[in-house]
């Protein structure tokens, strides 16, 4: 949920207009929908379980590798899996328009994009996924149950974080290009759907312990006592999400050529543009360091031009990545864990 | 958390207080509308857009301190997006006798309007009672169904964070920092897992009290909002001023 809220002013008024009319139309189905199988004096009571999402977004998860970042809940797919798709979103929307109206998080005009991206996409696909993998047969053990709730969160996440570039291309008021700000987002999108995967499954597992009937689709659960996953299912699912992370980001290097360096040095579109830079001589300082620089590197330019070997080198490069990250953390919580903890900040 | 921490300055005195929010909602929402759709590379017809929110703001005794940090919380995105924009959108376009990157037009633009957008709605928000501003809502036309689960979720919001972060000090005080990264995820899970069933079992009882206390359906309240000359004279005052604001616009270009 953090800060991917649409701002009024990266849409113009005739596409905020058309999204809000297909947020309201889609709303308006959602309504109908849960009134058939609630009694209608009760939907107004959904609005109490919307403040349970904020609630919930109070309690912190302190990420493992990164220590001073924590993430939390956002709530979409865990009120799908509990509630259904159709009031999961009635309760997502008031959240969204009690954000905008109070927290002003994304603006008037933006409501409808916010409601689609944030609210209708994770609730409707998320439980479509969730659903598709649980399966149709009985007796569901853990580790499906995990596979399908990590599976919805991360695709209903990602897949509503994926509506932002559309919108905002088709407003036309921001010139990134479409590619590069869709592989940002769902990159940046594929970490906070893992963390909401974890969470999630860590409150339907408790759920299915204590009251496996406030779950839908736990007839088909396995009456087993067990909610504990192993270490490889979780590894696995994590290590999937990598592996897409790694290859979007090999994608990226190859489809765009360093973005700074692209920004003075070339310019295919524009063939009036001049470089800022001159093409360096070899006797150069920075001519010598680049070519350090490729014989040093592990995997010199992502591995040239083909593709198999570019996925493996953003792979590495994830791993690599993620690996000092680690160590880094380690380092600087070492530090501080001698300090007093801090006290719980009390708002 | 209080209730006094979101309605701060809602509950004070001023002629935009009084105003009905019909009016204000309506007057807004116009006024973002119009601002949103002034051309992406001119800055300088911006400049009488910042009337409506200031006036709003002062007259309203709202702290300017107040309504910037509230701005900045919420920019990270739209900054992140502005500050990128430069880089692609390269052709030169005059601005001020000379010549800049179209980029830092737009993101300047972006910037000012999400500015000025943010503050005509914290001035909206935060000089109307919120229980003022759902009455408005459904006059205007927003379903009643809406209408009350935004105020059950407003009613509730403040019961269940002071629980959750009860829930939270208590983790803190018996984890810290020290626990293993499962036993951390699945305190979370039981945190809000608990906090959901005892949301599920609150809301059953609210609406057994509801029902007991003759609830069927409807709300009704003593509070009725007026909409009387003077939100007339507001809502065309501003009509006139962003007509005139936007026609500033095609006289510049």
């Not at chain 2, 000379?98 to 709605?121: C, D, E, H, P, Q």
């Not at chain 2, 759902?134 to 379903?143: D, H, K, N, T």
């Not at chain 2, 509070?223 to 000359?229: A, D, E, K, L």
């Amino acid at each position: 949920m953090l800060a991917m809220h649409m701002a009024n002013e990266l849409l113009t008024p005739v596409v905020a207009g058309v999204l809000a009319l297909l947020a309201a139309g889609l709303l308006g189905v959602a309504c109908r929908r849960t009134r058939r199988s609630l009694d209608p004096a009760r939907v107004p009571l959904m609005g109490v379980l919307g403040a349970f999402v904020f609630a919930a977004q109070m309690i912190n998860f302190t990420l493992p590798f990164m220590p001073g970042t924590s993430g939390h809940l956002g709530g979409g797919v865990l009120l799908a899996i509990v509630l259904g798709p159709h009031a999961g979103t009635l309760v997502m929307a008031s959240i969204l328009i009690v954000q905008c109206l109070i927290f002003q998080d994304g603006g008037l005009l933006a409501l409808g994009a916010n409601i689609l991206n944030m609210g209708v996409v994770p609730c409707y696909v998320g439980y479509a996924v969730y659903r598709a993998v649980l399966g149709h047969r009985q007796g569901v053990g853990a580790a499906r149950l995990y596979a399908a709730t990590f599976a919805a969160s991360v695709v209903g996440v990602v897949l509503g974080a994926a509506c932002v570039p559309f919108e905002t291309a088709a407003a036309g008021v921001i010139t990134v290009p479409l590619r590069l700000f869709l592989l940002t987002m769902i990159g940046v999108h594929l970490l906070i759907g893992a963390v909401e995967g974890l969470i999630t499954f860590a409150v339907v597992a408790y759920l299915y312990r204590i009251r496996p009937d406030t779950l839908r689709g736990s007839e088909l659960l396995a009456k087993a006592t067990r909610t504990r996953v192993g270490w490889p299912v979780v590894a696995g699912s994590l290590a999937a999400v990598a592996m897409v992370l790694g290859g979007l980001i090999s994608h990226a290097a190859s489809a765009y050529p360093d973005g700074l360096e692209w920004t003075y040095a070339e310019r295919p579109a524009d063939p009036h543009f001049q470089p800022y830079v001159e093409p360096p001589d070899e006797s150069s300082l920075t001519a010598r360091a680049e070519a350090f620089q490729q014989r040093a590197a592990l995997l010199p330019d992502y591995g040239g031009d083909d593709t198999a070997l570019k996925t493996v080198a953003g792979l590495v490069g994830t791993i690599v990545t993620l690996v000092v990250t680690y160590l880094i953390a380690r380092l600087l919580r070492r530090k501080t864990d001698s300090d007093a903890p801090a006290p719980a900040r009390a708002t | 958390m209080h209730h006094d921490y979101l309605d701060r300055y809602a509950n004070q005195d001023s002629p935009v207080h009084d105003l009905d929010a019909r009016a204000k909602v309506v007057a807004v929402l116009l006024y973002t509308v119009v601002l949103v759709s002034v051309p992406k590379y001119q800055l300088a017809p911006l400049a009488p857009f910042a009337v409506l929110p200031l006036a709003m703001l002062v007259v309203g005794r709202i702290p300017l301190n107040f309504v910037l940090k509230r701005v900045l919380i919420v920019s990270p995105f739209v900054v992140c997006l502005a500050a990128f924009n430069p880089i692609w959108d390269a052709q030169l376009r005059p601005f001020a006798g000379t010549w800049v990157r179209g980029g830092w037009l737009v993101a300047a633009s972006v910037l000012i309007k999400f500015t000025l957008g943010m503050g005509a709605l914290i001035a909206l928000t935060s000089t109307t009672r919120f229980s003022d501003l759902l009455a408005g809502l459904q006059r205007l036309g927003v379903p009643r169904v809406l209408v009350m689960q935004l105020g059950f979720l407003y009613r509730y919001l403040f019961v269940l964070i002071d629980q959750a972060m009860r829930m939270r000090r208590a983790r803190d005080a018996r984890l810290g920092g020290y626990a293993s990264v499962t036993l951390r995820l699945r305190a979370v899970g039981g945190i809000v897992g608990v906090l959901l069933l005892r949301t599920l079992e609150q809301a059953e009882r609210i609406h057994q009290a509801m029902q007991a206390r003759g609830y069927d359906g409807t709300v009704r309240t003593l509070r009725r909002g007026c909409f009387g000359w003077g939100e007339v004279l507001f809502l065309l005052a501003v009509g006139v001023y962003v007509t005139a604001a936007r026609l500033s616009v095609l006289v510049t270009s």
